[in-house]
């Protein structure tokens, strides 16, 4: 463990006072050993003394015992394509974390187009990289946090209610 390493004590800990204060645009990621630091301002990476699956599991936990938000989840798209030839092991994790997401659905980019949302909501809002010890390539958990009271739907129906409002003020009727 380097002087930078947290323990798993210390990097929960990091966890247990972000998310409180994390909300609907934060993102917090779980990243392999080679994730690059960001030069983002708002982008904090912290390396963690952990097993990615265990740690994704425990952050997972987290944000789903927290009432304020709720996770959606993102993976490389090339995590599949990764075979066991060039990374032993790849095929675990994969079962791994498909059985631990279980029904939670993952939407898969390519991981530059991930990168290019972090490096972008981090212009505005707060985003926390746990950077693990998994050695194998493309097994970047990423989560971004939306409202826990709040869903997508009722959020669509608020903006249309919004908008009809509008065009009835100026005197337009909805097609």
């Known amino acids: 463990m380097t ?10 800990k990091k966890l247990r006072n972000s998310l409180p204060v994390f909300g609907h645009r934060n993102w917090i990621v ?3 050993a080679a994730y690059p630091q960001q030069n983002s301002d708002g982008i904090e990476t912290v390396v963690a003394d952990a097993e990615q699956i265990d740690m994704v599991r425990m952050v ?3 944000i789903t015992a927290s009432n304020h938000v709720r996770a959606r989840v993102y993976t490389d798209l090339e ?6 030839e060039d990374a032993h092991g790849v095929t675990d994790y994969r079962e791994s974390l498909r059985h631990l997401l279980g029904r939670t659905p993952a939407k898969q980019l390519p ?3 991930i990168i290019a949302k972090l490096e972008e909501q981090a212009e505005k809002f707060r985003i926390l990289i746990l950077k693990t010890r998994m050695t194998i390539p493309y097994t970047s958990v990423f989560c971004e946090l939306e ?7 009722a959020e669509e129906r608020l903006r249309e209610a919004m908008r009809a409002k509008q065009n009835a003020a100026n005197g337009r009727s909805e097609i």
């Open 111 to 113: 991981h530059e187009e």
């Open 147 to 153: 409202c826990g009271y709040w869903s997508v739907e």
């Open 30 to 32: 779980i990243a392999d």
């Open 79 to 84: 995590l599949d394509f990764v075979s066991e």
């Open 3 to 12: 002087e930078n390493t947290l323990s798993q004590s210390a990097w929960l």
């Open 60 to 62: 997972f936990e987290m």
